[in-house]
């Protein structure tokens, strides 16, 4: 099964990206204080998920199953 979506990046919080659902609106998925928390979103790219796609820093199953359940997915920078 595949699943697109669209990356985006936050301009307020570094390394910090956004999947959600390709056509989706993040103002209608995200809960408000998330939305402040991130400030403007850009978007980065569009991926056709799978769960054998290889991503750079989370697992393509648990994102995919993050937008099925949550609506987005939300990638944290690695711990320093």
């Given at each position: ?29 995200l809960p408000e204080s998330l939305l ?13 998920l799978t769960p054998e796609r290889r ?26």
């Amino acid at each position: 099964m595949a699943m697109e979506c669209t990356v985006y990046r936050s301009r307020r919080k570094r390394e910090t990206y956004l999947y959600l659902p390709r056509e989706s609106d993040p103002a209608e998925v995200l809960p408000e204080s998330l939305l402040h928390l991130l400030g403007v979103l850009d978007p980065v790219m569009d991926l056709t998920l799978t769960p054998e796609r290889r991503l750079a820093r989370a697992d393509a199953a648990v994102v995919m199953a993050a937008l099925e359940d949550e609506g987005y997915y939300l990638q944290l920078p690695p711990p320093a």
